[in-house]
C-alpha cells in the first residue's frame, strides 16, 4: 500500500511509521520536515499536499494541536487553536484526500481520552476529541462502500508520563508500541467507524 502519514515525526507517529514502513510504501508529511510539508492548520496548504503526492491507499494522521488551561481563563484564540489543528485539520484531510483515496483506501485519525474520562485544564482537549469521534462515525456511513475511516484514541504514552503525569491522575500510562497496534488494524484491517481506545476504556 501507498500510505501517507501526517505527523510522522512525533513520538506516536515514529513508532507507527517504523512499523508500517516495514510492509507498505510510507510517505512521511510534516509541517517542516519529512517527504512532503504541509501545515494542517491551513486547507491550502493541505490541498497542495495532495496534488504533489497524487493517489494513495491510506491516510494516517498524528499531528494536531490543543491548549490547555483553566475554565475560567480559557480564550476564544486558546479555544481556536483546538478547533482549527486538531479538529478541522484532521477533518479537511479527510474532506480534500477524498479525490485521492484509491478503492478501499482508508483514513485513520487520532484523537484521546478526555472526551470520557475528563482531566483538569482539558476542555479544548474533550470537545475536540468528542467532535472527532462523531465526524468518523458519521463519516463511515457515507464513505463509498470500498472506501473505510477510523480513529485512534492512546492514553497518556509511557514516554510522555514524566510530562503530563500531573494531568492524569490515577491513570496507567501505555506503550507506544501498544498505540502502533491501534494503527495497524485501522490501516491493514476491514473495520470502519471504529474508535480504538488504546490504554484505557469507558468503563472506568
Known sequence: MRIVHVGASGVIGKAVSAELA????????????GDFQADIDNPSSISRMFSQIGEFDALICTAGAVQFAPLADFTIEQYAIGLQSKLMG??????????????????????????????SLGTSSAMVNGALEGFVRSAAIELRQDRRINLVSPTMLEESSRLYSPYFQGSKAVATTDVVLGYVKSVEGRQTGCVYRIGWSRDR
Open 22 to 33: 516495514r510492509r507498505h510504501d510510507l510517505i512521511a508529511v510534516g509541517r517542516s520536515t
Open 90 to 119: 484532521q477533518v479537511n484531510l479527510v474532506r480534500l484526500g477524498l479525490e485521492f483515496l484509491r478503492e478501499e483506501g482508508s483514513f485513520t485519525l487520532t484523537s484521546g481520552p478526555t472526551n470520557d474520562d475528563p482531566i
